[in-house]
């Protein structure tokens, strides 16, 4: 069974910090790893990456992907109180209908 | 930019009544996913369609829950009897092509709190 796991679950930290988020995985037939960012409705796109070790960047966030250690980081800096959302991680894998399988997710609070 | 639309936005209904909500795609895309996402969890996927046919029905709970797309176009998603553990946030996404490689759209979601 295909299986995503984030860490952390949350993080509370102040504007201006810079912050990681996390992404492991086990997958069948990875296809693609996605990141979205979820405020109180439905997940809104940030990145897809299916190559190894090229950066996707978008203003003050950044995502790279590791396919041989099957993890992928999310970056922000300068982080503002806007950002403060939960951040999911999703990997689509082979199979018939190339699932797209979720993981729990990281709250992130930004405080003023 | 083109969404996915969703209705209700929220809808509460008592524990042993029927509840449906509804779903219209982006024009054009094949591939229709209805999502559950229990609070504090990332999203579950429920059902899946390509086209009208289901693809995908293997964690939908067939006892109560059932979903159509009889033209291949919108889509129901239906709860009956509803159950305390059903309340939760139902998300329908839909992507061109059912290998998902030009990526998913969200709607909204429809907010279900069972009582």
């Known amino acids: 069974e295909d299986k995503v796991v984030q860490s952390p679950l949350s993080l509370v930290v102040h504007e201006g910090d810079t912050v990681t988020l996390n992404c492991s995985y086990e997958?069948?037939?990875?296809?693609?790893l996605l990141w979205y960012k979820q405020e109180k409705k439905a997940p809104t796109f940030l990145f897809m990456l299916t190559s190894s070790g090229i950066e996707k960047k978008s203003g003050r966030l950044s995502s790279i992907l590791d396919k041989k250690e099957l993890f992928s980081i999310l970056n922000i800096t300068a982080t503002q109180t806007g950002d403060s959302a939960v951040y999911l991680c999703a990997v689509r894998g082979g199979g018939s209908n190339y699932k797209l399988t979720f993981g729990k997710g990281t709250l992130l609070t930004v405080n003023p | 930019e083109a969404e996915v639309a969703q209705s209700p936005r929220y809808k509460i209904t008592e524990k042993s009544q029927a509840v449906a909500f509804w779903c219209d795609p982006i024009?054009?895309?094949?591939?229709l996913y209805w999502y559950r996402q229990i609070l504090g969890q990332g999203p579950e996927l429920l059902v899946q369609f390509q086209d009208e046919s289901v693809v995908d029905d293997s964690q939908l709970p067939k006892d109560r829950f059932s979903a159509e797309r009889l033209k291949g176009v919108d889509s129901t998603l239906k709860i009956q009897p509803a159950e305390l553990g059903d309340s939760a946030m139902y998300l329908c996404?839909?992507?061109?092509?059912?290998?998902?490689?030009?990526?998913?759209?969200f709607g909204s979601g429809t907010r279900l709190t069972v009582v």
């Open positions: 996404a839909s992507s061109l092509t059912g290998t998902g490689e030009y990526g998913y759209t």
């Open positions: 024009s054009g895309h094949a591939t």
């Open positions: 997958v069948t037939n990875f296809r693609s």
